[in-house]
């Protein structure tokens, strides 16, 4: 069976995403269909696009090309769409390997979802609070910031920090804030960050993660 590339996941995950927007049966068939031509063994469900470049960056620096194993991350915008993406890639319609990363705050969503088609939590890794709080504490404020003037923006940075409503923050949240003030930032420095660390620093939920999709199906 072909191995998918970074080209063929693509497709595969705007299916799902469109599949679980609106689950016609055109949509199923056609994710059915491109996950047979992957030859799909695992699915990775997070919560947004900066997950997603996080995972991808952690395992290009682990020397792993995930589309070539095989393994389909989907980013579902947010913990509460977990069930309809379930209905498009869980085991009732794939026999695939289901993992993802999930916010501690958003676990709720995620637990339910996962026990209403007869699945536990394994595989599903938890964030504290959530990415970005892992990757500052992982890299540490001066990492971050040092990451930051490497983008071109520790000016921003520094003119957002003068705010009234960050200053009685601490700087790790002022970080944390700045990181999402709009999503293509957060993917940007989710990838940027991942860079930065040392690999012996690499936050457990996203390590483990990819240690877990890389196992055999049958496992």
Excluded: N, W
Aim: with cysteine; hydrophobic share 45%; aromatic share 4%.
């Amino acid at each position: 069976m072909d191995t998918g590339s970074a080209d063929d996941m693509a497709p595969l995950r705007d299916a799902v995403i469109a599949c679980a927007a609106d689950d016609a049966g055109e949509a199923r068939r056609l994710v059915l269909t491109l996950a047979a031509d992957v030859g799909l063994r695992a699915v990775v469900l997070v919560e947004g696009e900066s997950d997603r470049a996080a995972v991808e960056a952690l395992a290009r620096r682990r020397g792993r090309d995930l589309a070539a194993e095989s393994v389909c991350i989907v980013p579902i915008g947010g913990a509460t769409s977990i069930r309809r993406f379930l209905d498009v890639v869980g085991p009732d319609r794939l026999d695939v390997r289901l993992g993802g990363l999930v916010d501690r705050a958003e676990l709720r969503f995620f637990r339910h979802a996962l026990q209403d088609v007869g699945l536990g939590l394994d595989g599903f890794f938890v964030c504290d609070a959530d990415l970005e709080d892992e990757l500052i504490r992982a890299l540490d404020v001066a990492g971050v910031e040092s990451v930051i003037g490497a983008q071109g923006e520790l000016g921003k940075l520094r003119t957002f920090e003068r705010q009234p409503s960050q200053r009685h923050r601490s700087q790790a949240d002022r970080l944390h804030r700045f990181l999402g003030t709009h999503s293509g930032r957060k993917a940007q420095y989710a990838r940027a960050l991942v860079d930065a660390l040392p690999l012996v620093r690499v936050p457990r939920p996203l390590d483990d993660l990819l240690t877990y999709v890389g196992g055999r199906l049958e496992e």
